[in-house]
Each structure stands twice: as structure tokens, then as C-alpha cells.
């Protein structure tokens, strides 16, 4: 990993941070559980809006209507003109802490 510096103190990385979102995404066939990478100090929305070919979800799950578990796998791209929607996780868990 390299490090670089401006003339003001503030340094450069080759690493890119990144915050991970647990999310359930909906494609036209299936229910998928994983996690999305977003940039830091960005939305969900912001990622979505990238206009990337394809949406990476780690540690995801496949589900059927059921919600049986199909598939797992670390790492899953999805073609973004297949989902249907996305909501993070995050939020349903804290509507359930509220109730």
C-alpha cells in the first residue's frame, strides 16, 4: 500500500473505503440476502445510481418465494437491469426495535 501527501498534510491511499450494508435485493426471479460496499460518507442510493452493469453483494443467500436458501456464495453479482428493488436491512431492524 502507498501513501502520498499534499503540501497541507492530507494523504492519498490506494485503499478504498468503504461501508458495508446488509440489504435484501429483489430481482425478477428471486430474493437475494447479502451485503453492499458503499463509499464512505454515501447513501444506498448513491451506489444504485452509479449506473454500473452489475450490483456486488457479498455473503449472499439466494431465496426462493419460500424463503429457502437456493444458493449461498461470498461474492454475487447481479445484473442491475434485473433487480427490482433494494432496502437495507438496517431499517427493518430498527422499525422491529421500535415496535
Known amino acids: 500500500m502507498t501513501f502520498e501527501y499534499d503540501n497541507k498534510g492530507k494523504f492519498f491511499t490506494d485503499v478504498i473505503s468503504k461501508t458495508p450494508i446488509d440489504v435484501l435485493v429483489q430481482t425478477t426471479t428471486h430474493l437475494i ?3 453492499i460496499h458503499i463509499h464512505r460518507d454515501e447513501r444506498l442510493k448513491d451506489e444504485l445510481d452509479r449506473g454500473n452493469s452489475f450490483l456486488a453483494l457479498t455473503e449472499a443467500s439466494v431465496l426462493n418465494a419460500e424463503g429457502k436458501t437456493l444458493y449461498k456464495n461470498e461474492f454475487l453479482a447481479v445484473q442491475t437491469n434485473q433487480v427490482v428493488w433494494v432496502i437495507p ?11
Open 33 to 35: 440476502q447479502g451485503t
Open 89 to 99: 436491512e438496517e431499517n427493518d431492524q430498527e422499525e422491529k426495535s421500535i415496535s
